[in-house]
């Protein structure tokens, strides 16, 4: 594989993000006392970051490897939103499909870390489903993009705060298969026998427990294929892309299955790694049908941004070397 060629490819791929939206908030500070109020750490701060989370950061992963990307989402009319809206630009990422309504609010996980490590997490979110107003909305917006723009594919991040409903993925899959648009998952528990027909489903291991009720067993090569054999019979989807944290990833198509192995790393944060595994796959099963590469590549993305502390999008040029040494 000549991975030069591969990555230049990316460039002329469009991609559709479709889920939770979230604004990433650290707040950096120093400890050095105890509180006389409570026992708890007095943290006295001298910098605050925004950050792209949630589906956003699966936009930001995108982008930093080159492809065109748009994001399609409910946020809420307010100043975290804004904020939001201005970093996605800023990121080259397009907005045009991005509603905002005064009935819900933006996501907002703040963290509060002192010397590298997380001392607090402060989340102030709306987790119900969307009204029938906005829904309507944003499957029309969608559709819109889907003639528009013609993606190669779709990716739905779910992270349960209400954008992904039942309805809205069963139209958005079938709008796609329609017009023989690709479509990637990362699910969470809610919806997760919800994404029935679609090309690439990527849950995690413990997801994957949870959604089966599987206790018990260790994950070898012939249990996940088991597994995958589970979940097809309930969602008919075409592939299986299964994260296994540590032991690396697990993937079976009609034609391939197989397991690889972690890469051996300094793990300083596992947040975003997902996102950046989903991204790294839909975009390399795009411009090659490989599954096996897909695989192969996406666990190397996972592993290279578990090295950054906070969700970080993956860096192009490691990347790249990192395959060309590895694979």
Request: charged letters at 25%; proline letters at 2%; hydrophobic letters at 45%.
């Amino acid at each position: 594989m000549q991975f030069e060629e591969l990555f230049d490819r990316f460039k002329n791929i469009k991609v559709g993000v479709l889920g939770d939206l979230m604004l990433d908030t650290y707040m950096w500070g120093r400890v050095e006392r105890i509180s006389p109020e409570a026992p708890v750490p007095v943290v006295a701060l001298n910098k605050k970051d925004y950050r792209i989370g949630g589906a956003g950061n699966v936009a930001l992963n995108l982008r930093a490897l080159g492809a065109s990307v748009s994001t399609l989402s409910v946020i809420g009319a307010d100043d975290d939103g804004r904020v939001l809206r201005e970093l996605l630009l800023d990121a080259g990422i397009d907005t045009s499909y991005l509603l905002d309504t005064a009935s819900r609010i933006t996501t907002n996980k703040t963290r509060i870390i002192s010397r590298n490590q997380q001392m607090m997490r402060l989340d102030n979110e709306m987790t119900s489903d969307l009204a029938v107003e906005d829904a309507m909305l944003l499957e029309a917006h969608v559709l819109r993009y889907l003639d528009e723009v013609k993606p190669d594919i779709l990716i739905f991040e779910d992270y349960n705060k209400g954008v992904l409903t039942e309805a809205i993925i069963a139209t958005v899959v079938r709008l796609c298969r329609e017009r023989g648009i690709l479509t990637a998952v990362d699910p969470k528990r809610k919806n997760f026998f919800s994404y029935r027909n679609v090309d690439i489903f990527k849950p995690n291991l413990k997801e994957v427990r949870e959604g089966l009720n599987l206790i018990g067993e260790d994950a070898t090569l012939p249990w996940l294929q088991g597994v995958h054999e589970q979940l097809h019979a309930q969602l008919k989807h075409r592939i299986s892309f299964i994260t296994l944290s540590e032991k690396g990833v697990f993937y079976q198509s009609p034609d391939a299955s197989g397991m690889i192995s972690s890469h051996v790393r300094n793990i300083a944060d596992v947040s975003g790694a997902g996102d950046t595994v989903i991204a790294v796959a839909s975009l390399v099963y795009a411009a090659t049908g490989d599954v096996a590469l897909m695989a192969a590549v996406a666990n190397i993305a996972g592993g290279l941004v578990c090295e950054e502390v906070g969700t970080a999008a993956i860096r192009r040029e490691r990347l790249l070397e990192e395959c060309k040494v590895l694979l």
